[in-house]
Nanobody
C-alpha cells in the first residue's frame, strides 16, 4: 500500500513562514506529479501548486511569489515553502500524488490526510 504523510503545519503570525512536507511511503515504485491543495472552512478545495517528476512547477495566482513547491525524488517527498503568509492562507493543506506501487504497477492518485495551517492577523 501507499500512504502520503504530511507534516509541518501549525499556527503562525501574518508575514511569517512555514514549510510543509509530504512523504510518499509504502510500496512506492515511482512518484509522478505531486501537488498541494488547500481547503478553507466553507470553501471548496483548491489547487495551490504542482510539480512534475522533472521539476516543472505551476502555482495558483494567489500564492505566486510567496510559495515555492519542490521535491526530493530520492526521498519521494514534496515540500511547500510558504512565505509572507496571510490570514487568507488559513486552511487544511492536502498533499496529492500520482504513484505507481510495487503491488500493482498501475498509476493511482493518492491524497494525504491534511495538515492545518492557521495564520493569525
Amino acid at each position: 500500500q501507499v500512504q502520503l504523510v504530511e507534516s509541518g503545519g501549525g499556527l503562525v503570525q501574518a508575514g511569517g513562514s512555514l514549510r510543509l512536507s509530504c512523504l510518499a511511503s509504502g510500496r512506492v515504485f515511482k512518484v509522478n506529479a505531486m501537488a498541494w491543495y488547500r481547503q478553507a472552512p466553507g470553501k471548496q478545495r483548491e489547487l495551490v501548486a504542482t510539480i512534475t517528476s522533472g521539476g516543472s512547477t505551476n502555482y495558483a495566482d494567489s500564492v505566486k511569489g510567496r510559495f515555492t513547491i519542490s521535491r526530493d525524488n530520492a526521498k519521494n517527498t514534496v515540500y511547500l515553502q510558504m512565505n509572507s503568509l496571510k490570514a487568507e492562507d488559513t486552511a487544511v493543506y492536502y498533499c496529492n500524488a500520482d504513484v505507481i506501487s510495487y503491488a500493482s504497477y498501475t498509476l493511482y492518485n493518492y491524497w494525504g490526510q491534511g495538515t492545518q495551517v492557521t495564520v493569525s492577523s
